[in-house]
């Protein structure tokens, strides 16, 4: 009899079908393996995930990108009623739209015992609800954003730990990997600690330190902007990240539930925090991490269904700096929403604080205090004490004027 373990595998499939008149139809599924051993069970997702790639091979609707991965391609018609939804004042009939085309195949590790995904892997938890669920592996259609980092930390920081707890010889399966993507950056540039990643092996392809160094140094080519010289928004976008400017797609918008979430607060939190303990700084809510500006109408504005969406977003948002941080720090965090290139984006004006400023995160119903800090174009955590101590004793706090 096989040995069963709190966790198992699901191959989630969204694919567009067509009948005999080419009416189209979304195809909605989620194949689950659990019956057999986790190895067995992971091996079984993963050639259920390849026979539906192959299928779309044979049909003509799966491309490579540059970097080696599967993109599903959409059928031309599909892009053009996309266009004209996007180009249209009905940013919701886009959403409604642009949802009923998007596909997708994913792989998940899913945690059936919650004190398991509480202790021993590395699971986001609020107010006494834990996630469970995580995506290893993707290809979706190339109208869909896909976050390699979520992979790869669900890959690293879920899936190793859980066969490790249970001292599953996983064999050559096991793998290191070097990712250069956000964790590299927020390790403070250190290849072995941030783009080093001990993984069970996937299909994906992981950027490299080229495409990574050939990014990082185009968006350091420009001088620095002094974000307080009123330099026009969009020409310090288009300058990308650096240790004063940061993008981020959404404020509340999660892209895996397509609902608001705590998790989607944090981050902001998170990088909200570096800038006031590092020299100030502007967070652009609504661009995306190449510097695209997607704006809010799609994806933060559609969770309020029409009614007031730049009044509630902004309410969120100062909802997110009382649950995050005490209220002392309003006077240094600005926020308001912008046009650009026609569409809303929230911009939020970061001024240094005189004082170290340290993150409340709640968990269950105790306060973790955590103390974050801006590097050259990411936001690092500092864990240890006595290099928390160092810090605060060797930064130059300015103080405030009178």
């Given at each position: 009899?096989?040995?069963?373990?709190?966790?198992?595998?699901?191959?989630?499939?969204?694919?567009?079908?067509?009948?005999?008149?080419?009416?189209?139809?979304?195809?909605?599924?989620?194949?689950?393996?659990?019956?057999?051993?986790?190895?067995?069970?992971?091996?079984?997702?993963?050639?259920?995930?390849?026979?539906?790639?192959?299928?779309?091979?044979?049909?003509?609707?799966?491309?490579?990108?540059?970097?080696?991965?599967?993109?599903?391609?959409?059928?031309?018609?599909?892009?053009?009623?996309?266009?004209?939804?996007?180009?249209?004042?009905?940013?919701?009939?886009?959403?409604?739209?642009?949802?009923?085309?998007?596909?997708?195949?994913?792989?998940?590790?899913?945690?059936?015992?919650?004190?398991?995904?509480?202790?021993?892997?590395?699971?986001?938890?609020?107010?006494?609800?834990?996630?469970?669920?995580?995506?290893?592996?993707?290809?979706?259609?190339?109208?869909?954003?896909?976050?390699?980092?979520?992979?790869?930390?669900?890959?690293?920081?879920?899936?190793?730990?859980?066969?490790?707890?249970?001292?599953?010889?996983?064999?050559?399966?096991?793998?290191?990997?070097?990712?250069?993507?956000?964790?590299?950056?927020?390790?403070?540039?250190?290849?072995?600690?941030?783009?080093?990643?001990?993984?069970?092996?996937?299909?994906?392809?992981?950027?490299?330190?080229?495409?990574?160094?050939?990014?990082?140094?185009?968006?350091?080519?420009?001088?620095?902007?002094?974000?307080?010289?009123?330099?026009?928004?969009?020409?310090?976008?288009?300058?990308?990240?650096?240790?004063?400017?940061?993008?981020?797609?959404?404020?509340?918008?999660?892209?895996?539930?397509?609902?608001?979430?705590?998790?989607?607060?944090?981050?902001?939190?998170?990088?909200?925090?570096?800038?006031?303990?590092?020299?100030?700084?502007?967070?652009?809510?609504?661009?995306?991490?190449?510097?695209?500006?997607?704006?809010?109408?799609?994806?933060?504005?559609?969770?309020?269904?029409?009614?007031?969406?730049?009044?509630?977003?902004?309410?969120?948002?100062d909802s997110l700096l009382a649950y995050f941080f005490d209220l002392s720090i309003k006077p240094l965090v600005d926020s308001s929403i912008k046009k650009v290139e026609g569409k809303d984006i929230l911009v939020i004006v970061i001024t240094e604080s005189y004082k170290p400023i340290f993150l409340k995160?709640?968990?269950?119903?105790?306060?973790?205090?955590?103390?974050?800090?801006?590097?050259?174009?990411?936001?690092?955590?500092?864990?240890?004490?006595?290099?928390?101590?160092?810090?605060?004793?060797?930064?130059?706090?300015?103080?405030?004027?009178?």
């Amino acid at each position: 009899m096989t040995k069963k373990y709190p966790f198992h595998y699901e191959v989630r499939v969204k694919l567009l079908a067509f009948d005999k008149e080419n009416n189209v139809r979304n195809e909605s599924f989620i194949k689950k393996f659990d019956d057999k051993t986790p190895l067995e069970n992971r091996a079984n997702a993963f050639e259920e995930f390849n026979e539906y790639l192959s299928f779309l091979e044979q049909i003509g609707r799966l491309k490579k990108s540059n970097q080696g991965n599967f993109v599903i391609i959409q059928p031309s018609f599909i892009n053009e009623i996309l266009d004209k939804k996007e180009n249209s004042e009905d940013y919701f009939e886009f959403k409604k739209v642009y949802d009923q085309y998007k596909e997708e195949i994913s792989v998940y590790l899913v945690v059936n015992d919650l004190d398991i995904a509480k202790n021993v892997i590395d699971a986001f938890e609020f107010e006494g609800k834990v996630e469970t669920e995580f995506e290893i592996h993707r290809v979706s259609s190339s109208m869909y954003d896909l976050e390699p980092q979520d992979l790869i930390d669900s890959l690293d920081m879920q899936e190793v730990p859980l066969y490790e707890y249970y001292q599953i010889n996983v064999g050559e399966l096991k793998t290191t990997v070097y990712h250069y993507g956000l964790d590299y950056a927020e390790s403070g540039e250190d290849e072995e600690s941030g783009a080093k990643r001990t993984i069970l092996k996937t299909p994906y392809v992981w950027d490299t330190i080229e495409r990574y160094n050939e990014i990082y140094n185009s968006n350091q080519d420009t001088e620095e902007t002094d974000i307080n010289e009123g330099i026009d928004l969009l020409s310090i976008i288009k300058r990308g990240e650096s240790n004063q400017v940061e993008f981020k797609p959404c404020l509340l918008y999660n892209f895996k539930t397509q609902a608001a979430g705590i998790g989607v607060k944090y981050l902001i939190a998170k990088a909200i925090c570096g800038f006031l303990n590092s020299n100030g700084g502007v967070l652009f809510i609504g661009v995306n991490d190449n510097g695209n500006i997607q704006g809010l109408e799609n994806y933060d504005y559609s969770l309020f269904h029409g009614e007031n969406e730049k009044d509630k977003l902004l309410l969120e948002f100062d909802s997110l700096l009382a649950y995050f941080f005490d209220l002392s720090i309003k006077p240094l965090v600005d926020s308001s929403i912008k046009k650009v290139e026609g569409k809303d984006i929230l911009v939020i004006v970061i001024t240094e604080s005189y004082k170290p400023i340290f993150l409340k995160n709640k968990k269950n119903e105790l306060i973790e205090k955590e103390l974050y800090i801006r590097m050259n174009a990411s936001t690092r955590q500092i864990f240890d004490i006595e290099e928390m101590v160092e810090y605060v004793f060797n930064k130059q706090w300015r103080k405030p004027s009178r």
